[in-house]
């Protein structure tokens, strides 16, 4: 995909993977001057990089990974640029293998395509290819990076024995710190990729605002694609509408990290509502239960006072002695008024407002 095309591709409902965020040759270029520490990298001219639209991945690992190829020209020599995105959770230990036979098929390609009487030329040479697995999984990465150490033996053989190495960029290996510090598309990406909760992810889209502001138009459409492609896999469905529609109209970028967070906020304190209710329904049959011989009344308070009680220590800690015994003497419209508007109690003294 050619940068130009970008706004058509991004309402693309089946490539919104690493695949079509790679696929833009300046995210491609950013990838790797931010994560591959090679001084060839900054020779890398954007001019010289051409995307090849063939996958190479085995049908059995369809569902499992992604791959691109590019080609690129580095100091008057072609090289080729293969990327492997692994999808799945676990560690493949086969990888150094499996690398090899995609890279053994890229060049079976190449040489399909180039006339015979070239390719028999003593001076002719395959393209030299660059491996990449790009792994997002949740455990360590732990498989061989050399070909030669899956081999039984090598040591004793040594330069007699196939061998190459992979870069890995594993996702979940960098720090905060070191994500925040790149200041770029990338970066961003794999800082809200990894395993985090709601509460950090929307810390972290605060910390990433000016980041964001820098990015030129067609970078924040891959980024808010992403974003999108993130939080659709995190929420439940019923929430899904509403964050869509603030990331396709929110134009700047302060306003739409203001608006997600709200929304996502007022989403979470909806569901907590429910289950507070949910709490409330469950206090007052244990205190129907419990108040059957005592009066059906006095359970039915009873239940909610114990439920006021353990929402105030939830928020709170310690609920002071003096709030308890009044609390113990409310009556059951001062006790509900407690749990309507418990979102809005910010401290203990504020329940002087409900209790005399």
Do not use: C
Request: glycine share 4%; charged share 40%; aromatic share 10%.
């Amino acid at each position: 995909m050619d940068d130009k095309n970008i706004k058509e591709a991004i309402h693309n409902q089946h490539d919104k993977g690493y695949k079509f965020l790679l696929s833009s040759k300046k995210v491609f270029i950013e990838l790797l001057k931010s994560f591959v520490k090679q001084e060839w990298v900054d020779d890398i001219d954007e001019a010289n990089v051409v995307k090849v639209d063939k996958s190479f991945v085995l049908q059995d690992f369809a569902d499992k990974e992604a791959d691109l190829v590019y080609r690129v020209k580095l100091k008057e020599k072609e090289v080729i640029f293969y990327i492997l995105m692994e999808l799945q959770s676990t560690v493949d230990y086969q990888m150094p293998y499996r690398l090899l036979l995609y890279m053994v098929e890229i060049w079976r390609s190449i040489l399909k395509d180039i006339p015979k009487k070239e390719a028999r030329k003593k001076d002719f040479k395959l393209p030299v290819i660059v491996p990449i697995v790009l792994y997002n999984g949740e455990r360590k990465w732990t498989a061989n990076i050399s070909y030669k150490e899956m081999l039984n033996s090598y040591d004793i053989f040594k330069e007699y024995v196939v061998d190459f190495r992979y870069i890995l960029i594993d996702i979940n290996n960098y720090s905060k710190e070191e994500l925040l510090e790149l200041e770029n598309l990338i970066g961003s990406v794999f800082l809200l990729e990894q395993r985090i909760d709601f509460e950090e992810l929307i810390k972290r889209l605060r910390e990433l605002s000016e980041t964001l502001k820098k990015l030129d138009e067609d970078r924040l459409l891959l980024f808010k694609t992403w974003l999108k492609r993130i939080l659709m896999r995190r929420l439940p469905k019923e929430d899904r509408e509403d964050i869509e529609r603030i990331l396709e109209e929110s134009k700047e970028v302060e306003v739409m990290i203001s608006n997600f967070e709200k929304t996502i906020l007022q989403e979470m304190k909806e569901r907590e509502k429910k289950g507070i209710k949910k709490g409330i329904k469950k206090g007052m049959e244990k205190g129907i239960e419990k108040g059957i011989e005592k009066g059906i009344e006095k359970g039915i308070e009873k239940g909610i006072e114990e439920t006021v009680i353990k929402l105030l220590k939830k928020k709170f800690g310690d609920v002071p002695e003096e709030y308890m015994k009044k609390i113990e003497g409310a009556n059951r419209n001062t006790l509900m008024a407690i749990v309507d508007n418990i979102f809005e109690i910010e401290k203990i003294e504020d329940l002087e407002r409900f209790i005399k």
